[in-house]
């Protein structure tokens, strides 16, 4: 009986289905007093007969005697009341087993160290984890309480949402930032607290080939017009094999041959210096009965109208012929100077007068005063051949170390006749007078060694009859 109690007490809801098929009012009320007489059946059905009210028994409380063949398990209960149906109620009879309760769970739903008896009657053990976990404190931590400090986290693809060097849910972050230098101008990026400012600017559409397609940031397409050049001189185009960028820097027109185009520079270089005509001959007759004596009453200026420079540069040029080919002071340019090229002055106000030919580029000096190697004033001096030599090869003339200067060649001073020199004679440089004498030039004579070459600059003249013991005058060239 005591077991049974027990069985009632641990099931409240078996135990009110019980109190309500006996119509007692209060399931707090229920104590154990009198006696519910009754007996099982083979399945173990227990059939209640009559409830007898004993003293403290009343209308809300009765108790009941299991027989004695009932075993430990699962009993149906049936009671009732006079006039009324039997209800059933299902109960555990404990038997002798009161030290631990008597559950149908499963093991797994039981708190781990709880003991309780299975309804075979077997004890058991819980083995479900029922503590409490603590709040989570560290970064990466599992197995505790997430809060607003320490929030569960996405650990699938973390990394790369998180910047290399930082770890957020124990996960190391792989993104890693650009360089200011790869994000545009005044836009600012990176972490909280560490951000960074770009300074890439984006080229122009100028700058940016055609056939590229728009570019820029979101939004803010441009549509680039950078074309493939494709004329000479072209600028602002994108140069190529056939149309390819050249370095004009430092170069002058007479670093292109005269009557051609070089990225856009119109050369000057003359490379056919002809002879003009002067006012000692000009025919304008036919060409059958040209004359043999002067004739300077002509208009025209004709290839066979040509003289010579003796008397200063032939001035006009044939009207046939190309400006190309008339060389004159624009060949010469004045590059004097007193310090070696360190600066210079003008031609007029110094002793040491220098032309450059822009042909040859080959630098020219006035002739060698008598007395000195060194400048050009006073009367000119005259040397033997192999002084001439160590005269030009010692100078110091222009300020230049000396080792500078040498005496010019032949072909050297025939090519001073050719590109025009008369045109540019003074006081300071050299006069037409003193061109019209020879000059004597580095080369031998090969037929006859003791002689060597000389040249009438005036005219044109070119001679090898001078002995090089003859005294004649010295310009030098560098």
């Known amino acids: 009986m005591v077991g049974l109690k027990r069985a009632i007490y641990e099931s409240l809801w078996l135990l009110c289905l019980f109190i309500l098929a006996v119509d007692l009012s209060a399931c707090n009320k229920f104590v154990g007093k009198g006696t519910i007489n009754g007996e099982a059946n083979a399945a173990g059905i227990v059939s209640m007969k009559q409830v007898s009210i004993t003293a403290g028994q009343n209308a809300s409380s ?40 008597v559950s149908s769970k499963a093991v797994s739903e039981v708190c781990a160290g709880d003991k309780f008896y299975d309804s075979t009657g077997t004890l058991q053990t819980g083995t479900r984890n029922c503590t409490i976990p603590a709040a989570c404190t560290t970064d990466g ?55 960074s400012v770009g300074t890439l600017t984006l080229p122009t559409a100028a700058n940016v080939r055609a056939t590229n397609g728009t570019y820029g940031a979101g939004g803010t397409a441009t549509t680039p017009t950078l074309a493939n050049c494709s004329s000479d001189g072209q600028t602002g185009c994108l140069a190529s094999g056939i149309l390819p960028a050249a370095a004009i820097t430092g170069y002058s027109t007479w670093n292109i041959r005269a009557g051609t185009t070089l990225a856009g520079v119109s050369g000057t270089l003359k490379t056919n210096c002809r002879n003009a005509v002067s006012t000692a001959f000009n025919w304008d007759g036919a060409v059958a009965s040209l004359p043999d004596t002067a004739q300077s009453g002509g208009a025209a200026y004709d290839y066979w109208d040509t003289t010579d420079d003796y008397s200063g540069i032939a001035a006009n040029k044939v009207t046939a012929w190309s400006s190309a080919t008339y060389c004159d002071s624009s060949t010469w340019t004045d590059v004097t100077t007193t310090n070696g090229g360190t600066s210079n002055v003008a031609c007029g106000t110094s002793s040491t007068c220098i032309y450059k030919d822009q042909i040859t580029n080959l630098q020219v000096t006035g002739i060698l005063s008598s007395g000195s190697n060194t400048t050009n004033t006073g009367a000119p001096a005259t040397y033997t051949w192999s002084a001439a030599v160590n005269a030009c090869a010692g100078s110091t003339y222009g300020g230049y170390a000396a080792g500078t200067w040498r005496l010019p060649t032949q072909k050297e001073l025939m090519s001073w006749y050719e590109h025009g020199i008369d045109s540019v004679a003074s006081a300071n ?50």
């Open 62 to 101: 009765a108790s009941s005697t299991v027989p004695t063949y009932q075993g430990f398990g699962l009993s149906n209960l049936t009671a009732g009341q006079d006039g009324s149906s039997t209800q059933s109620a299902a109960v555990y009879y404990t038997g002798t087993y009161a030290d631990f309760p």
């Open 141 to 195: 931590q599992a197995g505790c309480v997430s809060s607003a400090s320490f929030p569960a986290a996405q650990a699938a693809s973390l990394a790369s949402k998180v910047l290399s060097g930082s770890t957020v849910a124990g996960v190391a972050g792989n993104v890693t930032l650009p360089s200011v230098s790869n994000v545009l101008t005044t836009v600012a990026y990176g972490a909280s607290g560490a951000s």
């Open 429 to 478: 440089f050299m006069t037409l007078f003193n061109m019209q004498f020879d000059f004597w030039s580095f080369s031998t004579f090969s037929a006859s060694t003791v002689n060597a070459w000389t040249m009438d600059i005036a005219n044109g003249y070119t001679n090898a009859g001078f002995a090089k013991t003859s005294s004649l005058q010295v310009a030098c060239v560098k």
